[in-house]
């Protein structure tokens, strides 16, 4: 199991924390912040694939399919998955369980992306990860702050 200070991945993301994690138009969800990101990540892939890493409920993913990018993600927490899989079926966004400091997933990606929103804080970063196992070049930045 993942911890994190002490603190165990799935007491952080558990089915209460993924329930409440979408705020459709507020926060890190608001047009201003995710449309720009989107925009740039989906200018990053072209016309290739894109793997996300802490791919949660979907909240970069699900746009990013809807712009034609082939998304697949990896995600530790099931809780999170089931959340995007009300959005997005297995078929249109395929997840890979497990740490995605560990996990790989099948195919080859021209953008591996991490969307790092802190729980308990106003910054959310979505930035490429590279990994020996994905092997295509890392693309990229794209920062999301918000008050």
């Given at each position: ?22 705020t ?13 990101a ?54 249109t ?7 995605m ?47």
């Open positions: 199991m993942a911890r994190t200070a002490g603190v165990q991945q799935e007491e952080i993301w558990d089915v209460d924390a993924a329930q409440n994690y979408d459709p138009g507020a926060g890190m969800f608001a047009p201003e912040v995710l449309g720009p989107v925009d740039r990540l989906a200018e990053l892939a072209g016309s290739g694939s894109a793997l996300e890493f802490a791919i949660g409920t979907g909240r970069v993913a699900v746009p990013l399919a809807e712009r034609g990018v082939s998304v697949t993600g990896i995600e530790l927490s099931r809780p999170m998955v089931d959340q995007l899989r009300t959005k997005a079926d297995e078929a966004i395929p997840v890979v369980a497990g740490d400091a560990a996990a790989t997933a099948p195919g080859k990606y021209t953008l591996r992306a991490v969307g790092l929103p802190a729980r308990r804080s106003s910054v959310a970063v979505t930035m490429p990860v590279s990994g020996a196992s994905h092997r295509s070049p890392p693309l990229g930045l794209t920062a999301s702050v918000w008050p």
